[in-house]
């Protein structure tokens, strides 16, 4: 059965531009979480997704945001980049009852410029 | 708000057995998850303790204690594969939200 996939893996932006990143969970998972880790901050929810619905968020500001289509796969928005946005971006996929296993994918590492 | 408290780093031999801890502060607490990730690598799933006790999967171990708001994971039979880092998680409220400690570095020496 094949992962959890994120595109792009390696993304450099300039500041004040916004990106996309998209998350593929493994097949029959509902539920898509996004996660940011950065050295001094570690690694931080940014928000849940289940059945197109955002189920959870975490502390982030508006600039965040996602969404989910019909198959699961998740997008990731991050408008107007600062240089605090560079961080490595998780996404993770469970079945979608709380507490379940969630399986990460490898992560797009953006660099803001 | 959510708090976790494990120890930064951790040094250990091969062949060793290894205790790391967690300790957490939280509201709407579910379960503890240790997750382990390679540098420039993925956090990957180890155990899950929603109730009191130890959880064994092979070499690794997880206790949970809710009063104590405690648990640990225990490695045993080190590997220098197990070099990594590695994350207690709270489950909190509905859904999938994980709260992350900020991890131990463990090192296996020869």
């Known amino acids: 059965k094949a992962g959890v996939t994120q595109t792009p893996r390696y993304l450099i932006k300039t500041r004040g531009q916004q990106v996309t990143l998209s998350c593929s969970p493994i097949?029959?998972?509902?539920?898509v979480s996004w996660y940011q880790q950065t050295p001094g901050q570690g690694l931080q929810f940014l928000f849940e997704?289940?059945?197109?619905?955002q189920r959870n968020k975490g502390n982030f500001p508006g600039r965040f945001s996602g969404r989910q289509f019909s198959n699961s796969r998740s997008e990731m928005n991050v408008s107007t980049l600062e240089l605090g946005d560079s961080a490595l971006y998780l996404c993770?996929?469970?079945w979608g009852n709380g507490g379940d296993t969630q399986y990460f994918g490898p992560g797009t590492r953006l660099t803001v410029l | 708000g959510q708090s976790l408290e494990q120890p930064s780093e951790v040094t250990a031999v091969e062949g060793a057995i290894v205790q790391i801890n967690c300790t957490y502060q939280?509201?709407?607490?579910?379960?503890l998850s240790w997750y382990q990730q390679h540098d420039g690598g993925a956090p990957t799933f180890l155990s899950y303790?929603?109730?009191?006790g130890l959880e064994e999967t092979g070499r690794f171990s997880s206790f949970l204690s809710r009063s104590d708001s405690y648990g640990y994971l225990l490695l045993q039979e080190l590997q220098m594969k197990d070099s990594a880092s590695y994350f207690c998680?709270?489950?909190?409220?509905?859904?999938?939200?994980?709260?992350f400690g900020t991890g131990t570095q463990l090192k296996v020496e020869l």
């Open positions: 939280t509201s709407g607490f579910y379960g």
């Open positions: 303790n929603a109730l009191d």
């Open positions: 997704y289940f059945s197109e619905t």
């Open positions: 993770a996929s469970s």
């Open positions: 998680a709270v489950l909190t409220g509905g859904g999938n939200k994980l709260t």
């Open positions: 097949s029959g998972h509902r539920s």
